[in-house]
């Protein structure tokens, strides 16, 4: 048998030195570092296995179970005849697994250190797993599993290592998870033993007062023989970069709350880990550490907190642990990312810096004190360089760290954007008695407030990001317009963000891109409006720009014929379109002289006559009256920036005007229309209208439903007309209301051939809704589609805030939109036909047929 003897002198200025080593053929090796100063050993058998290494049985604990079940006998010391023979001798025997290696260790008197090379030799090589252990050791394993799962510091730790990582299986418990404990077999603990315990994976470190020759000699008549096998390693997922935050909260039935927060870190054999643990010690590992003198002791935030780097051979992490009471929490986690946040973005003193390092000296001083504590310094500096000499080099690399490299790793490791905070409290006993609908948990309530000179203003409060809504719904619109400027406000709303006296066009682009802003700028039927929204730290930033827009917009004459001209040229494409042909034709023949009667970009040769004087009075008359406006601010504001937006608002040059009354209501035809409108186009569209209700009739909430029953492949418009004749392209039923009343339209894109077939067929489903209404299936399906879209915008505080600053403009409260879902409930199935008959009934539809005509 060979091997490779290497003995080399310590040299002077090493605190460690350089072990012996010896490397054997089948890929054993052992480090033997002598010291005389006592007459002990510790003798440490290192196997590069661990949970993360568990492959197909990962969640089993086999590398932990494996650990348990060594010490139920080996072939020459079976049962516990080993810990026995350590006890007698005057040692001590025992192991730990962790995530990436298990070590198995004797510390005894040094003249015995071939009776624990023996030893541990023989566990790591032969074991026998007898049966009659194996379900003992199972069952002690479960329970300790089970007195884990009591713990709550262990419980939020191991959650902590889930939630920070997503590929890597460090994630993973090193113990396992109670099910796939329970399914360990025999067989799936020998196999897994195979694979990983081998030669090529496993190392000795020795150190005491020993001869470095002794212990090689023994080691190759015990090991000399041990075949090598299962070379190849399992891959482990790498790591993907973390590039958003997790913020989670846990319950456990404790009286006290605990917060853990982590980083993902690198690796043992990154450059950056030495300045990483000086990081961790200034900010919470000594008394004097910033997180214990500032949350414990002056704000007395925290009972107890600390800071770690954990830092393996693979991938690692770097938090900050703390006990608190309940009522502290928030305040003790602001702290917390407070202190990092200052150690991120300015450098710590020079002798802060250098009195930490010397705690840090000194405490890896201490631990060499004692040969358990060197072997596993070398151990460790041998599993992650795969040599000794690292663990002589970590002083000097320590005693170099500066402030500078302290500020480098805290903003490039401790990124808010990359954090993972979990926050545990006590079980809520209200919690468990009285369990409120989701739909109420995740509703925030609206506050409505009335400003000096009229505006109103809606706010809506939700600080789960950190993000704001503002918006602005002024009196505009269609119904505002008449026949010679019809389509005045949709080119408003187009003009506003073209300059103001503050901004250009240009800057004002820069500006929103540049601060991650959006802006919306809209003109309907009934309303202009203004949205903004963005970071919650660009607010101001916001505010500013949304103020200059509303108070001071240029409407300057090149700007001006701009958009008019791509207005006009819009139009023009417009009435070659089927679908919008057609809707305007039927707006045209329902209305009549209402401005309902236009669409809201207008009509060509109303929007040829408009000029920049127009535009100028028609914003400061129309739009600008105080008291028909109204404001909207949702997501995570304070009384600061609503103050900023009151400032805002009472800066507005309001008109002082009367505000310009509404037309009179529409006077319908009294006689069926049909219409047909010939297009140089392959398609026709067949459309077919009704009047309907306004915004603020009671029918509306059943008209909600008919549309939502009506539309999609399951209504019984597309079934008829697609499925069954194959005659549509699309059908469906749209409808538009507002201050005055709205209409339902059915509409249907066919071949020109089928046109008066498939025209037909929706005058007959028209005829049967208003005849039968909506089947229960129908209604049922129609009511929970409107139900979920509600919901659906629960998770949108702006849009929620928009729908209620709308709901305040038309005057149906701020609250409407909160209550829509119990009225929508409470609506029967026989009260919706009703209002369904009422309305699809009518003997006097609009029809208007667009199209080539049947070739």
């Not at 046109?755 to 049922?780: A, H, M, N, P, Y």
């Amino acid at each position: 048998m060979s091997r490779n003897v290497n003995i080399r002198p310590l040299p002077k200025e090493s605190l460690i030195g350089e072990p012996a080593s010896l490397s054997l053929d089948n890929g054993l090796r052992t480090y033997v570092l002598p010291r005389h100063a006592a007459p002990v050993v510790s003798v440490q058998a290192w196997v590069k296995t661990g949970s993360i290494h568990e492959a197909e049985w990962l969640g089993c604990g086999l590398s932990h179970f494996l650990e348990h079940m060594l010490f139920q006998g080996s072939l020459r010391y079976p049962k516990q005849s080993a810990s026995e023979l350590v006890h007698k001798l005057g040692g001590d025997i025992n192991a730990y697994t962790s995530h990436g290696v298990t070590v198995y260790y004797i510390e005894l008197p040094a003249e015995h250190v071939g009776t624990a090379l023996d030893i541990l030799c023989d566990m790591i090589q032969t074991p026998v797993f007898p049966k009659a252990k194996f379900k003992l050791e199972k069952d002690v394993i479960l329970r300790e599993r089970d007195m884990g799962r009591d713990n709550p510091g262990r419980v939020i730790n191991e959650r902590l290592w889930l939630e920070c990582f997503d590929s890597h299986p460090v994630r993973h418990p090193i113990i396992g998870y109670r099910p796939l404990i329970e399914s360990v077999d025999q067989n799936m603990m020998k196999a897994y033993y195979e694979r990983r315990y081998t030669p090529g994976r496993s190392f000795f470190v020795v150190t005491g007062a020993v001869s470095p020759e002794l212990v090689f000699e023994r080691i190759s008549e015990l090991a000399g023989a041990w075949a090598p096998r299962q070379l190849a390693e399992i891959p482990i997922p790498l790591e993907t970069p973390r590039s958003c935050a997790k913020n989670l909260k846990l319950c456990f039935k404790d009286p006290l709350a605990r917060i853990a927060l982590a980083y993902q870190s690198p690796p043992a054999c990154h450059e950056d880990v030495p300045a990483l643990d000086v990081l961790a010690s200034i900010l919470g590992q000594n008394k004097g550490s910033r997180l214990v003198q500032k949350l414990k002791h002056e704000r007395q935030l925290a009972i107890n907190i600390s800071s770690f780097n954990y830092t393996p051979l693979f991938c690692g992490i770097m938090g900050v642990s703390a006990l608190c009471s309940p009522e502290n929490a928030d305040g003790l986690k602001r702290g917390i990312f407070d202190e990092i946040e200052k150690i991120r973005s300015k450098p710590a003193a020079k002798s802060e810096v250098e009195s930490v390092v010397a705690q840090q000296v000194a405490e890896y001083l201490r631990t060499l004190r004692s040969n358990s504590g060197l072997a596993r310094m070398l151990g460790n500096s041998i599993l992650s360089y795969g040599v000794a000499d690292y663990a002589d080099k970590y002083i000097a690399q320590l005693t170099k760290i500066t402030a500078a490299d302290i500020k480098r790793v805290a903003a490039n490791y401790l990124n808010p954007e990359k954090a993972t905070l979990l926050t545990m409290l006590p079980d809520d006993p209200q919690k468990t008695k009285s369990k409120p609908s989701l739909a109420k948990q995740a509703c925030p309530s609206p506050e409505l407030e009335k400003l000096p000179g009229g505006p109103r203003l809606v706010s809506l409060f939700e600080g789960s990001l950190p993000l704001f809504d503002l918006c602005a719904v002024l009196p505009g619109g269609t119904i505002f317009e008449n026949e010679k400027n019809a389509g005045i406000s949709q080119l408003i709303a187009k003009l506003l963000p073209a300059g103001t006296g503050k901004y250009t066009e240009q800057k004002l682009a820069e500006l929103i891109d540049q601060n991650g802003l959006d802006l919306n700028i809209s003109s309907g039927n009934n309303s202009c409006v203004l949205r903004i929204d963005g970071p919650r730290d660009r607010f101001d930033t916001a505010l500013k720009l949304f103020g200059s827009i509303l108070s001071e917009p240029l409407f300057r004459e090149e700007e001006f014929e701009r958009e008019k001209r791509n207005t006009l040229d819009s139009l023009k494409s417009r009435k070659l379109n089927p679908q919008n042909a057609a809707e305007d034709a039927m707006l045209l023949r329902l209305y009549g002289k209402h401005p309902y009667a236009n669409p809201s970009c207008g009509r060509e040769k109303s929007v040829a006559s408009l000029s920049t004087s127009q535009v100028h009075d028609f914003y400061a008359r129309v739009c600008l009256q105080p008291r028909k406006t109204v404001f909207g601010l949702a997501g995570d504001f304070d009384s600061k920036m609503l103050s900023s937006l009151r400032k805002m608002i009472a800066s507005l040059n309001w008109s002082s005007s009367p505000a310009p009354a509404l037309p009179k209501r529409p006077v319908f035809p009294d006689s069926a229309i049909s219409e047909q409108i010939l297009l140089p186009r392959e398609q026709s569209v067949i459309l077919i209208g009704v009047p309907a209700c306004d915004n603020l009739s009671p029918a509306r909430h059943a008209l909600e439903i008919l549309q939502e029953a009506m539309n999609g492949q399951a209504s019984p418009l597309f079934r008829s007309i697609r499925e069954d004749s194959g005659l549509a392209y699309y059908t469906g039923l749209y409808s538009s209301r507002g201050f005055h009343e709205g209409f339902l339209a059915l509409y249907a894109g066919t071949h020109p051939e089928a046109s008066q077939k498939v025209c037909s067929l929706i005058e007959k489903e028209r005829r049967r809704l208003g005849r039968e209404g909506l089947s229960t299936e129908e209604f049922d399906a129609g009511r929970a589609c409107v139900l979920y879209t509600i919901s659906d915008q629960a998770q949108n505080p702006g849009a929620q805030v928009f729908n209620s600053a709308l709901s305040e403009f038309y005057g149906e409260g701020f609250r409407a939109p909160w209550q829509r879902a119990d009225e929508i409930r409470g609506l029967s199935h026989r009260e919706t036909n009703r209002i369904i008959a009422k309305y699809l009934s009518s003997a006097t539809p609009v029809t208007v047929i667009t199209g080539p005509g049947q070739k």
